[in-house]
């Protein structure tokens, strides 16, 4: 289990609990990202807080997350990005796709 989620107001924060987002463990995120969808939950933060690294297939499987979401009447944010993971998203248009917050706690509270 990479994700470990709890209730702030009305957002579900699922805290990444590795280093390295990368290959190995995308389709994980994924499976555990459909899950949390599948139970209910609308708003999910997807917080980076902990992360230093993260490949391509890792956010290639944080998109299908929020296709799933979008498709299910739910939304995904993403909060607590680094410097160089904000840079990658800007780069690849994600910023464009996702909520992005500095925090999980600013980003529970928006909605």
């Given at each position: 289990?990479?994700?470990s989620a709890h209730i702030n107001n009305n957002a579900l924060i699922a805290n990444i609990e590795i280093k390295e987002a990368n290959l190995t463990v995308s389709e994980e995120l994924k499976t555990e990202l459909f899950k949390l969808i599948d139970a209910g939950n609308k708003f999910i933060v997807?917080?980076?807080?902990?992360v230093v690294y993260v490949d391509s297939s890792f956010l290639g499987a944080l998109v299908s997350g929020l296709k799933y979401a979008i498709a299910n009447q739910a939304d995904i944010a993403v909060a607590g990005l680094n410097k160089d993971i904000a840079g990658l998203f800007q780069?690849?248009?994600?910023?464009?796709?996702?909520?992005?917050?500095?925090?999980?706690?600013?980003a529970a509270v928006s909605k």
């Open positions: 289990m990479i994700l997807v917080n980076f807080a902990g780069l690849i248009r994600l910023d464009k796709a996702f909520k992005i917050f500095t925090t999980a706690e600013e």
